[in-house]
């Protein structure tokens, strides 16, 4: 009899997005609540590389290594 265990065993938990634009959101979908109100820890754990201009290019991290940030709210 031949018998095989593996030596190590690890559990990864990851997704990857192989199609970048697809399902775009803006910003205020995803970073407001329902009282327009911003999600902090949501807004602060954002990978900047997620990001997109208007144009729907992806903001590089590297080479936009300052990112300012403004918020308008209608009144």
């Not at 095989?4 to 775009?24: A, E, G, R």
């Not at 754990?45 to 300052?66: G, S, V």
């Amino acid at each position: 009899d031949l018998t095989y265990q593996p030596v190590l065993s690890t559990k990864v938990n990851i997704s990857v997005n192989l199609n970048p634009k697809d399902h775009l959101k803006g910003v205020q979908d995803f970073f407001l609540n329902d009282k327009g109100e911003i999600i902090k820890e949501r807004f602060l754990n954002q990978d900047i590389n997620a990001l997109a201009n208007n144009d729907n290019e992806p903001i590089d991290a590297i080479t936009n290594r300052k990112l300012n940030v403004s918020i308008q709210k209608e009144d």
